[in-house]
């Protein structure tokens, strides 16, 4: 066992260093070898139970999912028929359609072309290859018997600034410089030309072509400070004024635009002769850019440069610390007099710009000279929607941390109320109504069933709720509610239905659904009340992929819709708010009037179905909310047997039961209500001893089991049952969500049970897995 052992921590290591590099490994080396000496004292304990256990070096999926979910891009880890066994966030989130990486082909070419691939890495170790243009694949072999293999999907590399800057130049960028005389180029690092506009080529190269790029150095000769001549015109050249524009303000390694101009062209336009030239030599350009003169006053500035300091109009203020927070002006006002006046240098300034105090810009802020009253250079770069990408993505994180934290609680607590429960009932067979203590049983059980609706909406919120999805039609959805939304607004709010046509058919729950649209209808109604009433609106429409290719959104992925809204004439949402709506526990009602979780509740719901959800509100004018949900492609329906309900009277049954749970209270009440209900009883506290009672030979006709235990869980212990119990009936209860753990139970003829549950309703299961056998 211990070679087994240290082939699979190798195995382990060699996966984990080229899943997180170097820099991750060292951390996750310890705690691999720790739990390697818990495990080295669990085999040691266990030997003596069962000595003919053969040593198989078995992959700690659990640790390597955990090492999986430190890469910020898709990767997941199948058996070598390409069959999943553990996946990333980053994955299930890209592809959450596909049960498999084989299934991320478009077609049946793309599917083949994945798999051909898979059985090259097999073959020879590694295999790599695009389904499109922007998604690489790669695909490695790994294991210690190199027996799984490493799916990654690296982002597609946008192209760089240098790129994208030479595009420019030799482009339609350069054409408008060329056609005010101005002579553009771009070199890199060492100072070779990378590309240049017609003017450029024409005065500077010539017809010479020494293929290799020439350096800046050999094309033009420095006279005085900030002007050259260029070599090829001699002598007798021109003097053309250089100024350097740095491609990143934020290095200083060389690379950037040269732009060559006549020194007396800036001249004249500093003193207004020939503004023009040099408005359009800045407005063409992508970067902020803006003059400053040796009093501090601006001279000009780009198009560009006005976006980002977020003026309006073709106007700039006086001075540049008029466009930052009072805070801000001293330094700014400071650092420009320092270039404006001393030697010519350059550096950043960290502001706050005055339309904008939530994030702070940089400011390059560079010395000049010899270009007449231009003393200084300032740079500023319209960065809202790389900070509102920031903020968006932490948002996003937010509510996955938090949602992975309620999930868990809401586990932890349905075992808890699964006790509650099964006790209460216990007890309410023993009592009968008018007995002292019958009332007292009744309310604890009532209450538990409210903790396990909150549980529910727990759940909902991080997207583990076991839903019972239907294809249906969001107008006879709808229509269902309206009579209970009625009953529910009041008198003072009139109810509006807007039915659109041609709706797809979607696959959703249609409780939850009904819920969505309560708790939504319930807050507009609360917003109208404080306006004294109102109207809300419910319209369903369809959408289009044509239609959401047009709205530009970089959350909804282009495909067709059935989408609903619900519009109100409340109070709105103030735009500081409106952002922390879908929160847990966030709640804008009076203490004792809200919990927080009805829109994160919806959110929950909205996304786990597959679907999407906005909110948009002017104060004073109203709030609108609208869910898009996927239209749902037709499928042939599969024949499965009917299986009727059995009655109260039917719940008796008999044979022996093995009880697999790893919580004792939990245990305790599910084999009492197994028993009482004419079964015979095993219990296991884990798989592996469930599979010692098994080994013994008893007649087991039915295996109930949780799915999450300690040191083997339910659905590996079920796999090595069913080797020698084929037809053994198999029924999993859990407090996460069925659909969450179906991922991970890939086992045929199984049934489930969520918890929290009743003793009746347990004993139901149990009756119907054994009527279906």
Same mark, same amino acid.
């Given at each position: 066992m211990i070679p087994a052992l240290v082939a699979a921590a190798a195995a382990s290591g060699a996966l984990l260093f080229w899943a997180v590099g170097a820099s991750g490994f060292a951390l996750l080396f310890f705690a691999g070898f720790v739990a390697m000496l818990v495990?080295? /004292?669990?085999?040691?304990?266990?030997? #003596?139970?069962?000595? @003919?256990?053969?040593?198989?070096?078995?992959?700690?999926?659990?640790?390597?999912?955990?090492?999986?979910?430190?890469l910020s891009e898709a990767a997941a880890l199948t058996d070598g028929d390409g069959r999943l066994l553990v996946a990333n966030a980053a994955f299930q989130a890209r592809f959450a359609d596909a049960a498999t990486p084989l299934d991320l082909g478009s077609d049946d070419a793309g599917r083949a072309a994945l798999d051909e691939a898979r059985g090259r890495a097999w073959r020879d170790g590694a295999a790599t290859l695009s389904l499109d243009e922007h998604s690489p694949v790669e695909i490695g072999r790994a294991g210690a018997r190199g027996d799984m293999l490493l799916w990654r999907f690296p982002k597609h590399a946008a192209p760089d600034r240098q790129t994208v800057a030479a595009r420019r130049i030799a482009g339609a960028m350069g054409e408008s410089l060329a056609v005010a005389g101005v002579l553009a180029a771009l070199v890199d690092r060492d100072g070779r030309l990378h590309a240049s506009n017609r003017p450029f080529v024409d005065r500077a190269l010539g017809s010479s072509d020494s293929g290799e790029a020439p350096r800046l150095t050999d094309l033009v000769e420095p006279v005085d400070s900030g002007h050259v001549r260029l070599r090829a015109e001699g002598e007798n050249g021109t003097l053309l004024q250089l100024v350097h524009v740095p491609l990143d303000p934020d290095s200083d390694d060389g690379t950037g635009t040269v732009l060559l101009f006549d020194r007396q062209q800036i001249q004249t336009t500093s003193g207004g002769g020939g503004g023009a030239n040099l408005q359009a030599l800045l407005d063409v350009l992508p970067v902020g850019l803006a003059l400053v003169d040796r009093d501090g006053r601006f001279i000009t500035g780009n198009k560009a440069f006005r976006t980002a300091g977020g003026l309006t109009g073709d106007e700039l203020?006086?001075?540049?610390? @008029?466009?930052?927070?009072?805070? @801000?002006?001293?330094?700014?006002?400071?650092?420009v007099r320092r270039n404006a006046r001393g030697p010519a240098m350059s550096g950043d300034l960290a502001v706050r710009l005055a339309h904008q105090t939530a994030e702070p810009v940089a400011m390059t802020i560079a010395g000049l000279r010899g270009l007449g009253d231009a003393a200084v250079l300032l740079l500023l770069k319209d960065n809202s929607e790389e900070a509102k990408l920031k903020r968006q993505v932490a948002q996003a994180t937010k509510m996955q941390a938090v949602g992975q934290l309620a999930g868990g609680v809401a586990h932890d607590f349905n075992n808890i109320l699964t006790a509650i429960i099964g006790h209460c009932d216990l007890m309410l067979m023993r009592h009968t109504p008018g007995d002292s203590d019958y009332d007292d049983i009744q309310q604890i059980r009532s209450n538990s069933n409210r903790a396990a609706g909150l549980t529910r909406q727990l759940l909902a919120f991080s997207r583990q709720q076991t839903l019972r999805p239907q294809i249906l039609q969001l107008p006879d959805v709808v229509s269902e509610v309206s009579h209970l939304l009625k009953r529910l607004l009041g008198e003072t709010v009139e109810l509006v239905l807007k039915h659109g046509r041609d709706l797809g058919a979607v696959r959703a729950d249609p409780g939850q659904l009904e819920q969505v649209i309560v708790n939504l209808a319930v807050n507009a109604r609360d917003a109208m009340l404080e306006k004294g009433g109102g109207i809300l609106t419910i319209q369903t429409y369809p959408v289009r992929a044509d239609q959401v290719a047009e709205l530009g959104s970089d959350i909804l992925p282009v495909a067709d819709y059935s989408a609903f809204s619900l519009d109100d004439t409340g109070t709105?949402?103030?735009?500081?708010?409106? %952002?922390?709506? /879908?929160?847990? /526990?966030?709640?804008?009602?009076?203490?004792?009037? %809200?919990?927080?979780?009805?829109?994160?509740?919806?959110?929950?719901?909205?996304?786990?179905?597959?679907? /999407?959800?906005? #909110?948009?509100?002017?104060?004073?004018?109203?709030?609108?909310?609208?869910?898009?949900?996927?239209?749902?492609?037709?499928?042939k329906p599969a024949r499965t047997k009917a299986v009727a309900k059995p009655k109260d009277g039917e719940l008796w049954g008999t044979g022996t039961v093995l009880l697999v749970e790893d919580e004792p209270m939990v245990r305790t009440v599910a084999e009492r209500a197994l028993t009482r209900h004419g079964y015979t009883v095993l219990t296991a506290a884990n798989g592996e001893e469930a599979l010692e009672v098994l080994d013994r030979g008893e007649p087991i006709v039915l295996l109930i089991s949780d799915v999450v235990m300690p040191l083997m869980d339910g659905p590996t212990m079920v796999r090595i049952a069913r080797k020698s119990r084929p037809t053994l009936p198999i029924l999993f209860m859990s407090g996460y969500a069925e659909e969450q753990l179906r991922k991970s139970i890939d086992i045929d003829n199984v049934a489930f049970l969520p918890k929290p549950f009743s003793v009746q309703e347990l004993a139901e299961a149990a009756r119907k897995v054994l009527a279906a056998k």
């Open positions: 495990a080295l /004292f669990v085999i040691e304990r266990h030997t #003596a139970r069962i000595p @003919d256990a053969p040593a198989v070096a078995v992959p700690d999926l659990p640790l390597v999912g955990a090492t999986l979910a430190l203020p006086s001075y540049p610390s @008029d466009l930052v927070v009072k805070e @801000d002006k001293g330094a700014v006002a400071d650092a709105g949402i103030p735009p500081a708010i409106l %952002g922390k709506v /879908f929160e847990p /526990f966030f709640t804008t009602k009076e203490v004792g009037k %809200g919990t927080g979780l009805g829109l994160s509740t919806v959110y929950g719901i909205v996304k786990q179905s597959g679907g /999407f959800i906005f #909110a948009d509100s002017a104060v004073g004018k109203g709030t609108r909310f609208t869910i898009y949900l996927p239209v749902h492609a037709a499928e």
